[in-house]
């Protein structure tokens, strides 16, 4: 096996857990803000755990292959993601509203839309 191709397939593994992890955020997002909301925080707490088991597996697979500051963009997007991780459990628990996970994930949102190109070559 040559040593590019194991590296590409790694790069389109990477691409393939962001883009998971963000449409399962997506869900947990949509799921917290539906009318029904409180009815389906199991569920958007389901998919938080989904998002964030595939982002941490994104960003193990980046450490491994990278130096630190070598993607500010993905690392952005990765800390971004533990932002409105914490911040949706955070209130989960503490029974607040969410109006500061809607304003965390418009964040990642605009982070992982900042990956798109990059995450398209990667995923080619």
């Known amino acids: 096996m040559k040593m590019d191709n194991r590296f ?9 857990f ?4 963000f449409h399962a ?3 947990c997002h949509e799921l917290i803000f539906a009318e029904n909301g409180k009815d389906n925080m199991n ?6 755990n989904q998002a ?11 450490a491994q292959l990278s130096s630190e500051g070598e993607s500010q963009e993905l690392e952005t997007f990765f800390h971004q993601f533990m932002v409105f991780n914490n911040e949706v459990l955070t ?4 029974n607040h509203s969410h109006q500061w996970s809607d304003i965390e994930f418009k964040q990642l949102e605009e982070s992982f839309d900042s990956l798109t190109d990059l995450l398209n070559a990667w995923a080619k």
């Not at 964030?52 to 980046?62: D, E, G, H, R, V």
């Open 43 to 48: 569920l958007a707490l389901t998919f938080l």
């Open 25 to 27: 955020s997506r869900l």
């Open 52 to 62: 964030n088991t595939f982002i941490t597996s994104a960003k193990t697979l980046y």
């Open 8 to 16: 590409d397939h790694q790069l389109k593994t990477i691409a393939f």
């Open 91 to 94: 209130n989960v628990r503490t």
């Open 18 to 21: 962001i883009s998971e992890g």
